[in-house]
């Protein structure tokens, strides 16, 4: 079986070249985080997984590998049919990998290379990958980041989508963590991410900014909804010269009505984030907000949110070292950020953030 094996470095070579990673562990772990791009053939589901773990603790391993094979043996040609309907060529490469390179990963690959496919199992697995992570996340070199910021409204991360259509590196932070980023942020985007998991679609998005590379950010605060932006990249956000967009109040709630489907979303959602306001605001501005959300009066809560809350909050990011914007009339606006883009590029990077 040594020769069906593949270290990280060469795997990931092969996954930029466009292999197949083949995650063979459970749904439950697959979900919890995986290597971006894998897809999940589980070689046992939850229970039975649980079911040989116990066995081994209960009599060791003999009968726990027997038990394995009976789990496993009905299911192979479905597996097999699996890996066929995703591959458009038998020669693609295939990538196989449990938790830590151990049985699970050994079998399927090796009834995949019986099969005829070229696969190989992950030394290590995703054991593995969660280091090269770490130390890339800890020690790893990036481009530079110019962010955008602004109080809240001024439509940063649609003007982020905008410039990407348009050719413009950009790593979308909010994307990856599936969140806004505020305390409403968690509205109409269904779950977000483990840190893991997250931590992995980082990884992977940049490593898309090569060291002498760019790319567009939006400013965050360290954590965005449940999920925490490892130490140095939140540094590498404070780094460069900030894009400080300006926009008056009415073009701010005019945005956020469109960018909030309200009508979308149940209105009882909206309540626990408004609640959670009582101690920054007081318990007659929360009624009083909770009383404009059940009267459907949506301009009104956003005006007095963006006022009383978000305005008073995000100014502090007001940064020392920023371009100003003022994005209105909105054509005219980008135009004045893109000639700000073009401005920090001809400008040497600032140094601070170093390679650990």
Excluded at 207 to 228: C, T
Excluded at 272 to 285: D, F, M, N, S
């Amino acid at each position: 079986m040594h020769h069906l094996k593949i270290d990280l470095p060469k795997a990931l070579q092969q996954r930029d070249e466009g292999a197949l990673f083949i995650d063979c562990r459970t749904p439950s772990e697959f979900a919890e985080a995986t290597i971006p791009g894998a897809v999940n053939i589980p070689l046992f589901d939850d229970e039975q997984r649980a079911q040989v773990g116990l066995l081994y603790k209960e009599k060791g391993p003999g009968p726990a590998r027997r038990l394995a094979v009976d789990l496993v043996s009905p299911r192979i040609p479905a597996m097999i049919r699996r890996v066929d309907e995703l591959l458009d060529d038998r020669r693609r490469p295939l990538v196989v990998f449990c938790w830590r390179g151990g049985m699970r990963s050994r079998a399927l690959t090796a009834f995949l290379d019986l099969a005829g496919f070229s696969a190989r199992q992950l030394t290590g697995g995703h054991k593995a990958f969660r280091a090269e992570v770490r130390d890339f996340l800890e020690k790893g070199a990036w481009g530079r980041l110019f962010v955008l910021r602004g109080l809240t409204g001024v439509g940063k991360t649609r003007i982020l989508h905008r410039l990407r259509g348009e050719g413009y590196p950009v790593l979308d932070l909010e994307g990856l963590a599936n969140h806004r980023g505020s305390a409403f942020g968690a509205l109409g985007q269904g779950e977000q991410p483990s840190q893991k998991a997250f931590e992995a679609r980082l990884w992977e998005a940049l490593r898309q900014i090569p060291p002498g590379g760019y790319a567009l950010a939006e400013g965050e605060s360290k954590h965005i909804g449940r999920v925490v932006l490892p130490p140095r990249v939140y540094e590498a956000l404070q780094q460069e010269t900030s894009l400080w967009l300006e926009a008056s109040l009415d073009y701010r709630i005019q945005l956020i009505l469109q960018e909030y489907p309200v009508d979308h979303i149940p209105r009882e959602d909206f309540i626990p984030p408004i609640v959670a306001l009582k101690r920054r605001l007081g318990t007659e501005t929360v009624e009083r907000l909770l009383a404009l959300l059940h009267a459907g009066k949506w301009r009104e809560l956003v005006a007095d949110l963006m006022v009383l809350y978000y305005d008073p909050l995000y100014f502090h990011t007001h940064p020392d070292r920023r371009i100003e914007i003022q994005l209105e009339p909105e054509e005219e606006g980008i135009a004045r950020l893109k000639e700000s883009i073009h401005r920090l590029l001809a400008e040497p990077p600032v140094q601070g953030l170093k390679k650990a």
